[in-house]
Each structure stands twice: as structure tokens, then as C-alpha cells.
């Protein structure tokens, strides 16, 4: 008998213990966008990224990055964890980043490339909020708002809006559905 409450009362502290630990891991998903600093061998680049966090489990999250080489947007797909205030991610290979949150809607990354093109990176990035308004992105005025309204608004964030919002699988967004998934986004 008491080796039941013992076992009982061990399983609930463990139970509180993970839920404690896991309200403590902020939501990360979203896109995050600022400017970035790269120092290469031979020159200085100033320009923008961007980071859209479209998965995340725990403290674990994936999701890929976009920035512009030689006037093209990039992808690169990452991965990444949030461990007592440090977000530590990898892309490929040659190329890692460690930071942390600097507020609810901010973070800091340092990125390294490895690679025999070695440089490092700084980036400022403060999370995009979606304001606008489901009237302003129903161009059309049809009361649903079409992948490509939305596209047009947040061609960053398109899928992802769709993909959770979209309860009805209809392919497009009624304005409660819309309200709905910015409330549930904090929003």
C-alpha cells in the first residue's frame, strides 16, 4: 500500500515537474524577420533575413530560413532547439547559429559557416504580427479570403496561415476562421 502512494505521489511530482518545464518553453512559431550583418574573409554585407518557425514540438522546432544571395531568395531548411533562454539551430553541414530570446517578439542570432567560404552572422529579428485587417485582404469582397488575398499580404506566411486556420479544409478562410487562428496566435 504504501509503496503504491509512494509510486502514485513519485508519478504526479514527475507529471507536475513536465508540465512546469514545458510552460516554460515559449511558442516560437511564426516568422521572424530583421537585419542581418555578415563579416566574410573580405568584405561587410548589411541586408535583411528573415526565419519562419512553422514547427514546433516542445522545445524542438524546424523550419528554414530566407535571406538573398546574388539578388535570388534563398531557402534553407533548419532545425532547432530552445534550451533555458538559448536557441541553439543547424542548417546544413557548415552552418550553425546559437542566440537567444530578447523579448516575447525578439531574438538574436549568431550564425557560423564553416565552410572554406567561412564567415559569421548577426541577426536582429523581431517576430511579424498579422494586422491586417480581413476586410483589407478581401480585395474582392466576397466574405472568404483566397489563397492568393492572402498570399498578397503574407506570401512569407501564406501556407502556414492556411494550413492551420482553414478548419474546413475548403481552401479558403471565412473572417471567423481568420479572427479565430490570430487570436489563437496571440495576435
Known amino acids: 500500500m ?3 502512494i509512494f509510486t502514485t505521489v513519485l508519478a504526479a511530482l514527475l507529471l507536475l515537474a513536465a508540465t512546469a518545464y514545458a510552460q516554460q518553453v515559449p511558442e516560437l512559431r511564426g516568422t521572424w524577420k ?3 550583418k555578415i563579416q566574410t574573409l573580405d568584405r561587410v554585407i ?12 516542445g522545445n524542438t522546432f524546424t523550419g528554414y530560413k530566407l535571406y538573398f544571395k546574388k539578388k535570388v531568395l534563398t531557402r534553407e531548411k533548419l532545425v532547432g532547439i530552445y534550451d533555458n533562454g538559448r536557441i541553439i539551430i543547424a542548417e546544413n553541414k557548415n552552418e550553425s547559429a546559437s542566440g537567444r530570446l ?3 517578439q525578439s531574438m538574436e542570432l549568431i550564425y557560423v559557416d564553416h565552410s572554406a567560404d567561412a564567415r559569421v552572422q548577426f541577426c536582429a529579428l523581431n517576430r511579424i504580427h498579422f494586422t491586417t485587417g480581413f476586410v483589407e485582404i478581401d480585395k474582392d469582397g466576397d466574405k472568404v479570403l483566397m489563397r492568393a488575398e492572402i498570399t498578397h499580404h503574407y506570401p512569407l506566411n501564406a501556407e502556414r496561415i492556411i494550413k492551420e486556420a482553414d478548419r474546413n479544409n475548403d481552401g479558403k478562410l471565412t473572417q471567423k476562421e ?3 487562428w490570430k487570436k489563437k496566435n496571440g495576435e
Request: net charge negative; aromatic share 4%; charged share 40%.
Open 102 to 104: 530578447t523579448g516575447k
Open 2 to 4: 504504501k509503496r503504491t
Open 34 to 36: 530583421g537585419e542581418t
Open 178 to 180: 481568420w479572427e479565430d
Open 46 to 57: 548589411e541586408s535583411e533575413c528573415a526565419i519562419v518557425i512553422d514547427v514546433q514540438n
